[in-house]
């Protein structure tokens, strides 16, 4: 009955960790680590909006706008948000727009290796 306990909190580590980033790390009381990742995605994500990045919706017509797709819905609400408000549309004629869109990007693909983090922390796997 305590191993089922154990990957439940395991799982529900991964999905909030995934859905806010750093809310995995404070959902297993890791405190610290929580406010340093959700600080550090936040802060990537949102110079990538500064700098007139995009944020890809899911289409169909480019196989690397699929992977785009992916990498941003890392962002877990902040993606969402995004969408939601209208912000990510990206301007292409702006110098920093690659820079941009690699930040929104590269905080997605972070957050997904911070909510598995919060899995193997919860599961025991690692400290």
């Known amino acids: 009955m305590n191993g089922n306990r154990f990957k439940f909190k395991a799982v529900i580590a991964l999905i909030s960790g995934w859905l806010i980033p750093g809310l995995g790390h404070l959902w297993i009381k890791k405190y610290n680590r929580a406010i340093i ?35 941003d819905l890392g962002n877990g609400l902040f993606y969402l948000l995004t969408r939601w408000l209208g912000w990510g549309v990206g301007n292409l004629k702006m110098s920093t727009f690659e820079y941009g869109t690699a930040y929104i990007a590269g905080a997605g693909l972070l957050n997904y290796l911070v909510a598995l983090d919060a899995y193997d922390i919860a599961r025991g796997k690692k400290k």
């Not at 995605?41 to 949102?46: S, W």
């Not at 700098?51 to 992916?70: D, H």
């Open 37 to 71: 990742f959700f600080c550090c995605i936040a802060l990537m994500t949102i110079l990538g909006l500064i700098m007139k990045g995009r944020v890809y919706s899911f289409e169909t017509q480019n196989p690397l706008t699929i992977l785009a797709f992916f990498s």
